[in-house]
């Protein structure tokens, strides 16, 4: 089996992919909308504000790499209609979908459940669990006519773990890993799709800040440090990301 150790990214990985990404105009999502149209993929970026995805357009045209496909989305108030609406935009452009990675993900108050605000605890699992599974579901046959088709949810260290006041936050999580797996069981010998999750660690991201103020983020890795990892899940064969598999990038890439 192809494993990270033995993966050297071609030039042309990606070319001719069609591949979609949520919250794509910050930290890793940046990097990797980046670093996949560098190796020939045609990047459909989701995310809410269209001055930051213009930015990443002239970002990736500037440096001559195929001109991503920008989707102001607005994930806060997704609903299935708006899947729908997206999916069917994508499928008139390009008649299928080749990758799908949900990056986009909220953190919400570090509080004890106890003291959580409802509206909250809805705003985000809407944001992290309810928006993936609708723009999953309704991907699913554009993924089907797709090549070697890959949904790669982020998942998180609290998720496969939750640890007391990460909240709404660890829940949205677990239930990811949940989500994934239950595609990927339903989809066994019925489908090419797969579906896999990726808990990136702690990386140099406004997330992180957030999360732990007084880290020294030189100690992190970069997002840029991770793209071997995300390159190798999109780009390997598919004896190489099994659909189920519950990955762990610091662990591919054999970082502390």
């Known amino acids: 089996m192809e494993t990270l150790s033995t ?15 949520t919250g794509a105009t910050e930290g890793i999502g940046r990097a990797v909308a980046k670093s996949f149209a ?26 001559g790499h195929p001109e991503p496909i920008l989707q102001p ?18 499928g008139n452009q390009f008649g299928r979908l080749d990758g799908l990675l949900h990056n986009a993900s909220l953190l919400g108050p570090r509080l004890p459940l106890s003291h959580y605000d409802p509206a909250a605890f ?13 723009l999953t579901q309704a ?9 070697d088709p890959l949904v790669l949810f982020t998942a998180s260290g609290v998720g496969r773990k939750p640890r007391a006041y990460w909240g709404a936050y660890a829940v949205s999580k677990a239930a990811t890993e949940a989500l994934m797996q239950l595609f ?8 090419k799709i797969r579906f ?23 100690t992190l890795p970069t997002p840029e440090d991770l793209l071997p990892a995300y390159l190798w899940c999109f780009g390997a064969s598919r004896n ?17």
């Not at 808990?199 to 880290?215: D, K, V």
């Open 38 to 63: 560098a190796h020939g993929a045609t990047v459909i970026a989701l995310a809410r504000s269209l001055e930051r995805l213009e930015s990443l357009f002239d970002e990736i045209v500037g440096a």
């Open 196 to 218: 896999a999750t990726l808990n990136p660690g702690g990386t140099r991201t406004n997330m992180r800040a957030q999360a732990y103020p007084g880290e020294d983020p030189m």
């Open 122 to 134: 809805s705003r985000l699992m809407t944001v992290n669990l309810e928006s993936a599974f609708l």
């Open 240 to 256: 190489a990301v099994l659909s189920g598999a519950a990955l762990d990038a610091r662990a591919l890439l054999g970082l502390a």
């Open 184 to 191: 990927a069981d339903e989809g066994e010998n019925l489908s």
């Open 73 to 90: 989305t607005d994930l806060e108030g997704f609903r299935a209609d708006h899947a729908q609406q997206l999916a069917h935009a994508i």
């Open 7 to 21: 993966f050297s990214p071609a030039a042309d990985l990606l070319k001719d992919r069609v591949i979609a990404i």
């Open 139 to 147: 991907a699913l046959p554009l993924l089907e006519e797709g090549t």
